[in-house]
């Protein structure tokens, strides 16, 4: 694990609670592990991490996302979204491989829907000419994939034929 992963996961769970893990677990549901840490401690720790480790570039940025996500822990996951929500900025079309793996295993609308909203717009309505292009067909093809989540993103963004208002997910 990277020295920033290891700190954001440190920080997590010294910020974290068992009464709020099980308020959370009963409230969001689900198969992840929940630390217990709140939305607060969760953007702090972020806004932290950045102080600690400044100058992350692109590669860093998604590397880190990755790494967050790739443990089934709300927190950790919530992290990850936030990391890119501070940073879409600098996120290219091409994030849209990696971003489309974190929506397929979201496991919650609580991680999806702010991922989409906050990460895959911005992302995609910054983005001109033949990446535009490209996101769009992306986009299209997640409006009529099996993937219950996809469909789910797709109809959030206002992709035709996608399921943000349907009770599939």
């Known amino acids: 694990m990277s020295a920033a992963g290891e700190f954001i996961d440190a920080t997590l769970q010294r910020e974290s609670s068992w009464e709020r893990a099980d308020a959370d677990r009963a409230r969001l549901g689900g198969s992840l592990t929940f630390y217990g840490a709140s939305v607060g ?50 996120l290219r079309a091409s994030d849209l491989t990696r971003i489309e793996g974190f929506l397929r295993t979201a496991q919650l609308p609580a991680l999806l829907d702010p991922l989409t ?24 093809r997640w409006a009529q994939d099996p993937s219950a989540e996809l469909r789910r993103a797709a109809g959030l963004l206002g992709v035709c034929g996608g399921a943000a208002q349907r009770q599939e997910y």
């Open 41 to 90: 401690a969760i953007r702090g720790t972020i806004r932290d991490a950045g102080r600690r480790y400044p100058g992350l570039g692109h590669d860093e940025i998604t590397a880190l996302s990755s790494e967050l996500w790739a443990v089934p822990v709300y927190e950790r996951r919530l992290a990850a979204v936030v990391l890119l929500q501070s940073h879409v900025r600098m």
């Open 117 to 140: 909203a906050d990460v895959v717009r911005p992302l995609v309505d910054a983005l001109t000419g033949p990446a535009r292009s490209r996101a769009q067909i992306v986009l299209d």
